[in-house]
C-alpha cells in the first residue's frame, strides 16, 4: 500500500503475479474507490486502509469488467452498506452482468478462496464524457473503447490532476493481450494520449507515473511483441505458433527483463505473443 505526493490517494496492491490496484481518492468526508480487487480477502486492504483513515467509502468506479479489478466488490458492500454507489459505463455492466468470457470461474480455479458466485451489477450507468460530483470530487468519465478489455473507462479527478485509466496501462508488467486486441489497444492508447488531460496516470497493474511516459511505456511494449511474432514467424520456411510465441516472449524478456505478470496465469507471456501470432496471422 502506498499515497501519491500529495497525500490524498492511495494504492491499494499485493506484490508479485496478478498484482492488480485499487486507487482510494479522499473526498470531502469520504472515499472514493476505483476498482476493487480480486478476491474479498484483497478488497479487505481497502476496508483496513478506510478504518486507518477514519472514513467511509461512499463510491466504487469500474473502469472495466476483469474480475481482478472487480470480484473484491460484494465484500465492500458487505462492508459499507448495499446503498454504496457503484457506477461503470454500460458495457462495463452489460460485460459483468453476464460474464461472456467465463473469467469468474477461471478466476475461482486459480485463488485458494472462496469467491462470489457472480460480481454485483453496478447501481449507476456513467456516459462518455459525463461529469459528476461525488464528496466535493469532480470526476470526468472517459469511454476508450476495446484494448485489454472489451470496454474501458477512465475517470479524471481534475482537483488532483490525476487519472485512473484502468487498464490502458499496464506499467512494467507482463500484460493480458489474450483477448487478440493489441491492435486495437494500441489505437486505444494513441485516442487516450490525445482524450485525457491529467498530469499523473494511475495504471490498473502497476506503478504509477506521468500519463504520457507510461502510454508510450506501453505502446512500445506492444509494438515490441507484435514485431518480434511477424519478424519470427516470416523468418521462418514454416512457422509453428508455440514455436514463434516462445521465441518472441523470451526477445521481450531479453529487452524488459524478467516482469511480474498481471493475471495469475502460467506462462502468461507465451500465451500473449500466441495470441498476437492469431490476431496477426490468423483473425486478419
Given at each position: 500500500?502506498?499515497?501519491?505526493?500529495?497525500?490524498?490517494?492511495?494504492?491499494?496492491?499485493?506484490?508479485?503475479?496478478g498484482s492488480v490496484n485499487s486507487w482510494v481518492m479522499e473526498g470531502q468526508h469520504g472515499l472514493i474507490v476505483v476498482d476493487c480487487q480480486r478476491t474479498p480477502s484483497d478488497a479487505g486492504e481497502i476496508i483496513r486502509l478506510s478504518e486507518?483513515?477514519?472514513?467511509?467509502?461512499?463510491?466504487?468506479?469500474?473502469?472495466?469488467a476483469h474480475p481482478d479489478?472487480?470480484?473484491?466488490?460484494?465484500?465492500?458492500?458487505?462492508?459499507?452498506?448495499?446503498?454504496?454507489?457503484?457506477?461503470?459505463?454500460?458495457?462495463?455492466?452489460?460485460?459483468?452482468?453476464?460474464?461472456?468470457?467465463?473469467?469468474?470461474?477461471?478466476?475461482?480455479?486459480a485463488v485458494q478462496e472462496q469467491l462470489p458466485a457472480a460480481v454485483p451489477v453496478p447501481t449507476e450507468v456513467i456516459g462518455h464524457r459525463e461529469q459528476i460530483e461525488i464528496d466535493g470530487c469532480l470526476i470526468r468519465a472517459f469511454e476508450l473503447g476495446p484494448g485489454e478489455a472489451e470496454s474501458m473507462t477512465a475517470y479524471e479527478f481534475p482537483e488532483f490532476d490525476a487519472v485512473a485509466a484502468g487498464d490502458l496501462v499496464e506499467h512494467r508488467m507482463i500484460p493480458f493481450v489474450l483477448e487478440h486486441r493489441s491492435g486495437e489497444w494500441l489505437r486505444q492508447l494513441s485516442r487516450a494520449h490525445a482524450m485525457l488531460d491529467a498530469s499523473l496516470l494511475l495504471p490498473g497493474h502497476g506503478e504509477p507515473g506521468g500519463r504520457s511516459e507510461l502510454i508510450a511505456w506501453q505502446a512500445r511494449y506492444l509494438?515490441?511483441?507484435?514485431?518480434?511474432?511477424?519478424?519470427?514467424?516470416?523468418a521462418s520456411t514454416s512457422p509453428v505458433a508455440d514455436t514463434v510465441a516462445r521465441a518472441a516472449?523470451?526477445?521481450i524478456e531479453d529487452t524488459y527483463g524478467?516482469?511480474?505478470?498481471?493475471?495469475?496465469?502460467p506462462e502468461l507471456d507465451v500465451l500473449n505473443a500466441s495470441a498476437v501470432y492469431s490476431e496477426v496471422f490468423v483473425d486478419e
Amino acid at each position: 500500500m502506498s499515497t501519491t505526493p500529495n497525500g490524498k490517494i492511495h494504492r491499494v496492491c499485493q506484490s508479485g503475479d496478478g498484482s492488480v490496484n485499487s486507487w482510494v481518492m479522499e473526498g470531502q468526508h469520504g472515499l472514493i474507490v476505483v476498482d476493487c480487487q480480486r478476491t474479498p480477502s484483497d478488497a479487505g486492504e481497502i476496508i483496513r486502509l478506510s478504518e486507518r483513515l477514519g472514513r467511509t467509502v461512499t463510491a466504487i468506479l469500474i473502469t472495466h469488467a476483469h474480475p481482478d479489478h472487480t470480484l473484491g466488490l460484494q465484500r465492500l458492500l458487505d462492508a459499507f452498506g448495499s446503498q454504496l454507489r457503484v457506477i461503470a459505463s454500460q458495457r462495463t455492466r452489460d460485460l459483468l452482468d453476464h460474464d461472456v468470457y467465463g473469467y469468474v470461474e477461471l478466476t475461482r480455479q486459480a485463488v485458494q478462496e472462496q469467491l462470489p458466485a457472480a460480481v454485483p451489477v453496478p447501481t449507476e450507468v456513467i456516459g462518455h464524457r459525463e461529469q459528476i460530483e461525488i464528496d466535493g470530487c469532480l470526476i470526468r468519465a472517459f469511454e476508450l473503447g476495446p484494448g485489454e478489455a472489451e470496454s474501458m473507462t477512465a475517470y479524471e479527478f481534475p482537483e488532483f490532476d490525476a487519472v485512473a485509466a484502468g487498464d490502458l496501462v499496464e506499467h512494467r508488467m507482463i500484460p493480458f493481450v489474450l483477448e487478440h486486441r493489441s491492435g486495437e489497444w494500441l489505437r486505444q492508447l494513441s485516442r487516450a494520449h490525445a482524450m485525457l488531460d491529467a498530469s499523473l496516470l494511475l495504471p490498473g497493474h502497476g506503478e504509477p507515473g506521468g500519463r504520457s511516459e507510461l502510454i508510450a511505456w506501453q505502446a512500445r511494449y506492444l509494438r515490441g511483441l507484435r514485431s518480434a511474432v511477424r519478424r519470427i514467424a516470416l523468418a521462418s520456411t514454416s512457422p509453428v505458433a508455440d514455436t514463434v510465441a516462445r521465441a518472441a516472449a523470451a526477445e521481450i524478456e531479453d529487452t524488459y527483463g524478467s516482469l511480474d505478470a498481471v493475471a495469475l496465469i502460467p506462462e502468461l507471456d507465451v500465451l500473449n505473443a500466441s495470441a498476437v501470432y492469431s490476431e496477426v496471422f490468423v483473425d486478419e
